[in-house]
T-cell receptor, first 112, second 114 residues
Framework: EAQVTQNPRYLITVTGKKLTVTCSQNMNHEYMSWYRQDPGLGLRQIYYSMNVEVTDKGDVPEGYKVSRKEKRNFPLILESPSPNQTSLYFC???????????FGPGTRLTVL | AQSVTQLDSQVPVFEEAPVELRCNYSSSVSVYLFWYVQYPNQGLQLLLKYLSGSTLVKGINGFEAEFNKSQTSFHLRKPSVHISDTAEYFCAVSDPDSWGKLQFGAGTQVVVTP
């Protein structure tokens, strides 16, 4: 079954404590991205990756890092989380032949 | 740069009634257009998309949307809703040359009541 998985699904942490949200896909898609969803703002792109070792900033990259060492994985790293990063995070992959994006189930992050 | 406006933040509707969710976009280039649905506590699922061709696009679960280039709109419709259509709906656009970046609207919450 085609899947995008994220872990953890829920996380409560404190300001400044480094964390990583993992994203993994089994569809062999080259393009992956991270979005955050906030009420009244829809989803905004944080970072994206066009292929292994190729990443670039989206619209709201401040406070985040990513890496793409393997095609299937695209972790999101918060080196020093702050309360304004409390949000719902989605990982997505894109099937280039159909221009369709597939979203993971989301990670709800709370930073105290 | 592109932007997407969803004109209604919330749409209450009775079961079996029709619903229309409005979406307008601004862009200086040709775009691809999408509607996604988010059920409570779930990720986003593609309802339908317009890439080219016929301006009337049919999607899953009985939804359809019409691309109107002159009005830069891509409104979503369903002739008869079910309780299970209660969800948040997002309109999104992408530039075919932008490697898949989606620009989302703020979302429209549809609440279907008996």
């Amino acid at each position: 079954e085609a899947q995008v998985t994220q872990n953890p699904r829920y996380l409560i942490t404190v300001t400044g404590k480094k964390l990583t949200v993992t994203c993994s896909q089994n569809m062999n898609h080259e393009y992956m991205s991270w979005y955050r969803q906030d009420p009244g703002l829809g989803l905004r792109q944080i970072y994206y990756s066009m292929n292994v070792e190729v990443t670039d900033k989206g619209d709201v990259p401040e406070g985040y890092k990513v890496s793409r060492k393997e095609k299937r994985n695209f972790p999101l790293i918060l080196e020093s989380p702050s309360p304004n990063q409390t949000s719902l995070y989605f990982c997505a992959t894109r099937q280039s032949s159909t221009d369709t994006q597939y979203f993971g189930p989301g990670t709800r992050l709370t930073v105290l | 740069a592109q932007s997407v406006t969803q004109l209604d933040s919330q749409v209450p509707v009775f079961e079996e009634a029709p619903v229309e969710l409005r979406c307008n976009y601004s862009s200086s280039v040709s775009v691809y257009l999408f509607w996604y649905v988010q059920y409570p506590n779930q990720g986003l699922q593609l309802l339908l998309k317009y890439l080219s061709g016929s301006t009337l696009v049919k999607g899953i679960n009985g939804f359809e949307a019409e691309f109107n280039k002159s009005q830069t709109s891509f409104h979503l419709r369903k002739p008869s809703v079910h309780i299970s259509d209660t969800a948040e709906y997002f309109c999104a656009v992408s530039d075919p040359d932008s490697w898949g970046k989606l620009q989302f609207g703020a979302g429209t919450q549809v609440v279907v009541t008996p």
